[in-house]
């Protein structure tokens, strides 16, 4: 599988609930903090969860 490394360009702050776990679920939490995580379906449906939230670079 291939490495993307996921970085949070927006505020979770007045999004709906799910969405906020799923940014803490990634591992982010702060604007432009970054992670280099693994790609599998599961994380590939988080992204498209708050993909106006994240930019997402392949690695």
Do not use: D, F, W, Y
Not at 1 to 25: D, N
Not at 37 to 48: D, F, H, R
Request: glycine share 6%.
């Amino acid at each position: 599988m291939a490495k993307v490394k996921i970085t949070q360009i927006r505020s979770a702050i007045g999004k709906p609930k799910r969405q906020k776990l799923v940014i803490t679920s990634l591992g982010l939490g702060k604007i432009n903090k970054s992670r280099e995580i693994e790609l599998n379906p599961q994380i590939e449906g988080m992204i498209s969860k708050v993909s106006h939230l994240v930019k997402v670079e392949e690695i």
